[in-house]
């Protein structure tokens, strides 16, 4: 199973941006994508990459979070960032053939990286 590691979180304003991290080891998975999950709500997909390059956004990041891949690295890059995206985020790896949200996607998950949005 592939291992991952999660960097980037923190905290930061309203309007400010942020760049999230995720090195897999072990193998390259075919599926990244980025979790997040905020206290007392269900873990939620936020952005996949799938190898081959296409994407999916959740509609509430769309045009403000970016995510790209690098060999075996997936970056989140996640501008006007507003207090609502405050969570706990999670890189995830599968190896399903289109860029799923679902979490059922996905079998290897990170630990999680902190990130906090003051207004």
């Known amino acids: 199973q592939v291992q991952l590691v999660e960097s980037g979180g923190g905290s930061v304003q309203a309007g400010g941006s942020l760049r999230l991290s995720c090195e897999a080891s072990?193998?390259?998975?075919?599926?990244m994508g980025w979790f997040r999950q905020a206290p007392g709500k269900e873990r939620e997909g936020v952005a996949a990459?799938?190898?081959?390059?296409r994407t999916s956004y959740a509609d509430s990041v769309k045009g403000r979070f970016t995510i790209s891949r690098d060999k075996n690295t997936v970056y989140l890059q996640m501008n006007s960032l507003k207090p609502e995206d405050t969570a706990m985020y999670y890189c995830?790896?599968?190896?399903?053939?289109?860029?799923?949200?679902?979490?059922?996607?996905?079998?290897?998950w990170g630990q999680g990286t902190q990130v906090t949005v003051s207004s």
């Open positions: 995830a790896a599968g190896e399903t053939w289109y860029p799923s949200l679902r979490k059922t996607a996905y079998n290897s």
């Open positions: 072990r193998y390259t998975p075919n599926l």
């Open positions: 990459f799938l190898n081959d390059g």
